[in-house]
């Protein structure tokens, strides 16, 4: 039973450029939640997000970013014209849904954007 | 909202010493609690986790963890720590009421150096 999959891990762009992180839970698990990690901090709640909707989006930055998790295929976290301060940990979280999610989550890899 | 506060950013012990990482939270309730541990380029392990009974925790890597109600604490400890610990320890506080990851709240961590 793979685990909680990201891809890239590592990916670097130049300022302006757009960054693509994809995440694909665990199977059986329908439910979807990006974390930020800047240099030095802990883990910060971006999104939470079920197929085809968004529950919660409140860590979100206001512009430039956006998660979608469709019917089919992996969790996107979009990023658009990158800035320096974009530079983190990208990490997904999936579990099952409800009061099971808390007793179910499991995190990925993480994926690691620098921009330059 | 919950908060959860590490108090030690970097700690350094010898190998083959005790190892005690602090971890204090703020929530109106009991709350579910985690600690993670994240090596250098890695994602988060989970170490253990407290939702109820028993207040003393055993974990993987012969970690435990107590949670003292009275002092709102649940602080992370090993009795001797090998050079493999070294990495960067979260705790992290989601509510009872059994929400999914969106309440997931994390710690700064603390940064575990080991001396030989």
């Known amino acids: 039973n793979a685990g909680v999959m990201q891809n890239p891990r590592h990916l670097v762009r130049r300022r302006g450029q757009e960054a693509r992180l994809r995440c694909s839970p665990m199977k059986g698990h329908s439910h979807v939640y990006w974390y930020r990690q800047l240099p030095e901090e802990g883990l910060k709640f971006m999104v939470y997000l079920q197929k085809e909707n968004i529950i919660d989006e409140s860590g979100m930055p206001k512009e430039r970013f956006s998660a979608e998790f469709p019917k089919e295929g992996p969790s996107i976290l979009r990023i658009q014209q990158v800035v320096r301060g974009d530079s983190a940990a990208y990490f997904c979280a999936s579990s099952l849904p409800g009061q099971r999610g808390v007793h179910t989550i499991y995190f990925g890899e993480g994926s690691w954007l620098t921009v330059v | ?116």
Not at chain 2, 104 to 115: A, D, E, P, R, V
């Open chain 2, 1 to 116: 909202a919950q908060s959860v506060t590490q108090p030690d950013i970097h700690i350094t012990v010898s190998e083959g010493a005790s190892l005690e990482l602090r971890c204090n939270y703020s929530y109106g309730a009991t709350p579910y609690l985690f600690w993670y541990v994240q090596s250098p380029g890695q994602g988060l392990q989970l170490l253990l986790k407290y939702f109820s009974g028993d207040t003393l925790v055993q974990g993987i890597k012969g970690f435990e963890a107590e949670f003292k109600r009275s002092q709102s604490s649940f602080n992370l400890r090993k009795p001797s720590v090998h050079w493999s610990d070294a990495a960067e320890y979260f705790c992290a506080v989601a509510p009872y009421s059994g929400g999914g990851a969106d309440g997931l709240t994390f710690g700064k961590g603390t940064h575990l150096i080991i001396q030989p």
